[in-house]
């Protein structure tokens, strides 16, 4: 089936700094990428749906400019958690579609981040 | 307002008993899907359901759909341990918005 890669699998930073993290399609082209955020024991909340070469379309309550998102081609999209406090600490988990017939939706392997 | 209710949240049983888990969605939908997580990993496809009366079967696990109840059923026969994990649906809505419920963590006792 088709690979969804995402890098890093888990990071620590301190408070302050920004944090960048790949999503990649390895094996198809995602005209559609999901970003989704699950804090521990919850469900995943979907934060952003980002097409390619367009800008990413947010959900209530998540700050665009906290959270960049970057879809420039059809196999990477990338999300960057600027200025990370404490309290951004969470799973991040990337998903991608190529759209077809199938619906399939493709997830990547998550990025744990902790900011100290 | 797009609600995707998932139940129950906990389930605790024995194996070698069945069960199943209940997932209601509160608006018209594309696709619904049925994933499996494991502690600290990501999501895991166990089925997409497209269409009204859809049933798949993968080992001891069965998913359905009916579309006119809004209504995804997962059903577990004859549990094993390998099978704690937990289960979330989700629906996708308008091709691009995917809502997932709050999950049912499992848990199968020998």
């Known amino acids: 089936g088709a690979v969804v890669s995402q890098h890093p699998s888990w990071v620590i930073c301190k408070s302050g700094t920004s944090v960048k993290i790949e999503c990649r399609s390895l094996?198809?082209?995602?005209?559609?990428m999901f970003w989704y955020r699950q804090f521990p024991k919850q469900s995943l909340m979907l934060m952003a749906t980002?097409?390619?070469?367009?800008?990413?379309?947010?959900e209530q309550g998540v700050e665009k400019d906290k959270f960049l998102i970057n879809h420039a081609s059809l196999t990477l999209s990338t999300l960057t958690v600027t200025s990370a406090h404490p309290e951004d600490s969470s799973f991040y988990i990337c998903?991608?579609?190529?759209?077809?017939?199938?619906?399939?939706?493709?997830f990547g392997e998550g990025s744990r981040l902790t900011v100290l | 307002e797009l609600k995707v209710e998932q139940n129950p949240l906990f389930l605790s049983m024995q194996e070698g008993k069945n069960y199943t888990i209940y997932c209601n969605y509160s608006?018209?939908?594309?696709?619904l899907y049925w994933y499996r997580q494991d502690p600290g990993k990501s999501l895991e496809s166990l089925f997409v359901?497209?269409?009204?009366?859809a049933v798949k079967q993968e080992g001891r696990l069965m998913a359905s759909l009916d579309t006119k109840a809004r209504l995804s059923t997962l059903h577990i026969t004859a549990a094993v341990h390998d099978l704690s994990a937990t289960y979330f649906c989700?629906?996708?809505?308008?091709?691009?918005?995917?809502?997932f419920g709050a999950g049912t963590r499992l848990t199968v006792k020998p």
């Open positions: 980002s097409n390619e070469g367009s800008k990413a379309t947010y």
């Open positions: 094996d198809f082209q995602a005209t559609t």
């Open positions: 998903s991608a579609t190529d759209m077809t017939n199938t619906g399939e939706l493709f």
């Open positions: 359901l497209l269409s009204n009366g």
């Open positions: 989700a629906v996708l809505y308008n091709n691009n918005d995917m809502r």
């Open positions: 608006t018209t939908s594309d696709r």
